[in-house]
């Protein structure tokens, strides 16, 4: 067995950090974590935390930085992370990149790399403006690059397929303004640590492989 490996996924809304976190949990066989997952797992089990979370989620409000940051540090002590993960949308904030700094530091772990996605706004807003999501299975698509077989029909289970609200110029726009306000203050405290490895959000998908596996080693 190799050594653990421990990967922060970094990068706008829509530049790819999704697709790359599953490569790299294939190639190491590690788990890909993500915000929504965690939230909604803590919520179904009724830890502590997630029967706080829940009640924001219920009301549909934001869940503040120290509930996401509990419910994290219940899902990071679980034992199925002793050979890493791949945290995927965490931290998004300066306040979750300390909790997560302290909940290392505590458990004498550390973070091996910091991989940050990058694509300029334009790429972003049309990637996802052509995404269409099924709202029964969660299967998603790509008006150009991975379309459904019969147009608007989800291929997995035959739902009618929609735009998510997420996904529309408007919304995505301000998705990238909370993005560069919050998040990307991040960068520097990575990059200041040697941790980042920058990668292009538009690099070749069949080449993305071996891309990602020149940079983890
Ligand atoms: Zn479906």
Known sequence: MSRPLRIVMLGPPGSGKGTRAHIISELYGIPVITTGDMLREAVAKGTEYGKIAGGYMSRGELVPDEIVNGVVGERLSMSDLENGFILDGFPRSAPQAEFLDSFLEEHGLKLDHVIYVTLDDEAIVKRLSNRRSCPS??????????????????????????LRDDDRPSVIRNRLEVYREKTQPLLKKYRDKGLMREVPGDYPLDQLQEQLKRILG
Do not use: R, T
Request: one cysteine or more.
């Open 137 to 162: 299975c969660g299967e998603v698509y790509h008006l150009v690059s991975m379309p459904p077989k019969k147009e608007g029909v989800c291929d997995k289970c035959g739902s009618e397929l929609v």
